[in-house]
């Protein structure tokens, strides 16, 4: 049952990399002083927080399982 849940704790923590790895920047550093504001509102608000949704439900998972893990109760 550990090895089991090692392999999925493993596997939430690549994900959540990934997941990481695919946000957009919050901030645009000077090129952003030029860009119009018209971009906020377009259909990616919804694709980020469908992202930001499942990061945090992996969030959840990984820390779930690095606690069980650790402190041992499946022993």
């Known amino acids: 049952m550990t090895s089991i849940l090692s392999w999925i704790w493993i ?3 690549l994900i959540l990399i990934l997941l990481v ?3 957009s920047p919050k901030g645009d ?3 952003g002083l ?3 504001g018209s971009s906020m509102f377009t259909s990616a608000s919804s ?5 930001n949704k499942t990061t945090w439900i992996f969030l959840a998972i990984f820390l779930a399982l ?3 893990l650790s402190a ?4």
């Open 21 to 23: 790895l695919l946000h």
């Open 29 to 31: 550093g000077m090129g």
């Open 72 to 75: 041992g109760w499946l022993i």
């Open 66 to 68: 690095a606690v069980i």
């Open 47 to 51: 694709a980020e927080a469908t992202l």
């Open 11 to 13: 596997g939430s923590g």
């Open 34 to 36: 030029a860009a119009s």
